[in-house]
């Protein structure tokens, strides 16, 4: 098809703040106005976005279970020239959030169609910046699914990563997940627990699995709100010095002594520090 004497309008992918109206750009605030319609999961919320910032536009609802007719129904407005804003409820648009089908018509049937991106707050990003964990290297899996056994699957299948791991969880489920987590990593895997990022009640705490569980079940509070999990990677340096042998000394001395002296023991067999040796056998479940 031949769109060059097409007058397009073009796609723009609006970031909007994740809790604080204050962490909005100046030129998201521009572009929202100047588009001739915008797309939002839900219009109620962004509703009040826009009142806040005196912002009079049109509003459309864009939301997962009518993305896939609507995508193609506003192709056909910016096909004909209309400009269009796409935002999410917060943050950047099409992280775990709807925008995927508009954007790939796009690019599919009109390449030139400028999808334009207007960056700001992403609440994965946010929270893997304070983490400590590394972000040289790391691995986004939003939402887990809602099924027990297909969250441990995909867990299970996650369980040997070595890069840092971004999860996004719900207030309902955070506590069956984590349980989750500590069965399949182990219960030594730190983990950064950050809810309400840049909100009033906004909370960044960082220990083990089996710390991290104890200290949310000290204050139910502490499930409340959007939830995103930072999960440390598998250590391949620690645990590929550990070979079977050394494994099958400690099962053996475990079972005449205690797991503080079978370890002690066998670090001195092998020379391997006790530390390295308590990490690996306790991450492992041995």
Known sequence: MNNKNLKLGNL???????????????RAIITLRKVNLILAEDTRKTGLLLKNFNIKNKLYPYYEYNEKKNAKFFLEKIKNGYNIGLVSDSGTPLISD??????????????????????GPCAAILALSV????????????????????????????????RTIIIYESK?????????????FGKNRYIIFAKELTKKWENIYGNNISNLIKWIKLDINRLKGEIVLIIEGYNYKINKKISSKIIQTFLILKQEL?????????????SIKKNILYKFLINNKY
């Open 12 to 26: 723009y992918i609006i970031s909007t703040p994740i809790g604080n109206y204050n962490d909005i750009s100046n």
């Open 98 to 119: 709807p925008g995927y089908k508009i954007v790939q018509l796009c690019r599919q049937k009109y390449i030139n169609i400028k999808i334009i991106p207007i960056p």
């Open 131 to 162: 983490s400590g964990l590394a972000t040289d290297k790391f691995c986004y899996e939003g939402f887990l699914s809602k099924k027990t056994s297909k969250r441990i699957k995909r867990l299970n299948e996650l369980k040997f990563e070595n």
């Open 172 to 184: 309902h489920r955070i506590l069956k997940c984590l349980y989750d987590i500590e069965n399949i």
């Open 258 to 270: 205690s797991i503080k002296k079978a370890i002690n023991i066998t670090s001195k067999i092998y």
